[in-house]
């Protein structure tokens, strides 16, 4: 079954750092580029990270993407409380011949 | 400045009909692939269906293959998706999302609607 795996959740402080995990196989992640989304509350998500590592106009450096194999993270640095928001990884799979979702992490700023 | 409206939701019963419609402005519509996706309350997001710039490749999710059909009409810069035999699990907020290249063998879409919320039940 094609999944692209995310923890549910995740949080961090104000000015640290943190990491948002991406699992997939080699039909999704392994064979091409991963995408990220933030969702605020109440709102339309908006593209965060493109072809695994690059940030549309607009998007604070603070945000980064990569990839190894089978795996993506987005790292976010400085937290802000504003950053409290859903992430989802994406990604096309071969083997649906569509793109996947990740469930979504929930970032909690604390 | 990218629009992307969505308009067509509403309450249906199971088995019905309905048709969804994305108005596209602020840049060259006929570029790019479009797509629809889909979240159903409080869970997480789900591509539906997505068309090529020139509607030469099309694409649909498993849950949807046979009931649903996209198409564009490039000259109204205009999106649409036909829903037909629909269940309680299509309820969700529908959005209009607009690719960032022409095919859409990628899954990075930078500008999304507000959505249009379709709700199934009797």
């Known amino acids: 079954q094609s999944v692209l795996t995310q923890p549910p959740s995740a949080s961090g402080t104000p000015g640290q750092r943190v990491t948002i995990s991406c699992s997939g196989s080699s039909s999704n992640i392994g064979s091409n580029t991963v995408n990220w989304y933030q969702q605020l509350p109440g709102t339309a998500p908006k593209l965060l990270i493109y072809?695994?590592?690059q940030r549309p106009s607009g998007v604070p450096d603070r945000f980064s993407g990569s990839k190894s194999g089978t795996s993506a993270s987005l790292a976010i640095s400085g937290l802000q409380s504003e950053d409290e928001a859903d992430y989802y990884c994406?990604?096309?799979?071969?083997?649906?011949?569509?793109?996947?979702f990740g469930g979504g992490t929930k970032l909690t700023v604390l | 400045e990218v629009q992307l409206v969505e308009s067509g939701g509403g309450l249906v019963q199971p088995g019905r009909s309905l048709r969804l419609s994305c108005a596209a402005s602020g840049f060259t519509f006929d570029d790019y692939a479009m797509h629809w996706v889909r979240q159903a309350p409080g869970k997480g997001l789900e591509w539906v269906s997505g068309?090529?710039?020139?509607?030469?490749?099309?694409g649909y999710a498993d849950s949807v293959k046979g009931r649903f059909t996209i198409s564009r009409d490039n000259a109204k810069n205009s999106l649409y998706l036909q829903m037909n035999s629909l269940r309680a699990e299509d309820t969700a907020l529908y959005y209009c999302a607009k690719d960032i290249k022409g095919r859409i063998a990628v899954a990075s879409y930078d500008h999304w609607g507000q959505g249009t919320l379709v709700t199934v039940s009797s």
């Open positions: 072809s695994n590592n």
């Open positions: 068309i090529s710039w020139n509607s030469g490749s099309i």
């Open positions: 994406a990604a096309w799979d071969d083997s649906l011949n569509g793109p996947l």
